[in-house]
């Protein structure tokens, strides 16, 4: 099997012989599933020319009363941050640990941010939710400021921040080695705290955290029902 060995002693050795690897052998099954990484700098220029190297573009405003009533928090900067922890540390774990985990949260990747890629071309959003000043000067304030002065509020809804995190929450519910119900409720909490962070640092409406739960369970159904099931797609398979 393709991604992990289950020992005698029930612990779970990766199968995968990265020492092994070769860019020739980017096409056997052993090591096809390295090229899904190739989405990631893909992704990563589409978004720069969304986000930088663009003309000016018009900007529907993202908002609804509940924005209003929700209070700005700089202790969300916290499981904010914790994002990039979560995903990345998701990806490198199953890619060297659960093959088979790795491949679909990286279906659910590229079709869950290829279309908010596509949303954010065509249907491009912004949010005006930021405070003109903090209540509080700490170290966290002045972080979150800085953080302001290079990460843009445009290209918001559906928020990118959610449908990683459910990314990950899904690549972590569906790793072999961690199927007890201790580690479900561990991945689903941190991705609901690192979604509700978006909103309370004002990074996001709650209108973009919405918005991002269809795309989601399309992904979803795409990456772990659809896909795994339609064993005539030999193609992917082996990706």
Request: hydrophobic fraction near 50%; include cysteine.
């Amino acid at each position: 099997m393709n991604g992990y060995t289950v020992m005698q002693s029930n612990h779970i050795k990766p199968e995968v012989n990265y020492r092994e690897f070769r860019i020739h052998k980017l096409n056997t099954p052993e090591f096809s599933h390295v090229r899904l990484l190739l989405y990631w700098p893909i992704f990563g220029f589409l978004f720069l020319f969304l986000e930088r190297l663009q003309p000016q573009r018009n900007y529907y405003p993202v908002y609804c009363g509940l924005d209003d009533i929700i209070p700005f928090c700089e202790w969300a900067l916290i499981p904010y941050l914790f994002w990039f922890v979560f995903l990345i540390g998701t990806l490198v774990y199953t890619f060297f640990v659960d093959v088979p985990a790795f491949r679909r949260m990286m279906y659910f990747v590229i079709v869950t941010y290829t279309i908010t890629v596509l949303i954010y071309l065509f249907f491009p959003t912004c949010q005006n939710l930021r405070p003109e000043a903090f209540v509080r000067n700490n170290l966290l304030t002045r972080f979150i400021e800085l953080f302001y002065s290079f990460d843009t509020n445009t290209n918001v809804c559906p928020s990118l921040h959610v449908i990683g995190s459910v990314a990950a929450m899904f690549g972590l519910w569906d790793c072999k080695a961690l199927q007890s119900v201790g580690w479900k409720i561990a991945a689903t909490s941190i991705a609901v705290c690192i979604s509700l962070s978006t909103v309370f640092m004002k990074q996001h409406s709650i209108m973009d955290v919405l918005a991002a739960l269809p795309v989601c369970f399309f992904g979803w159904w795409i990456a772990y029902k659809i896909l795994p099931n339609n064993k005539t797609n030999r193609f992917l398979t082996r990706m």
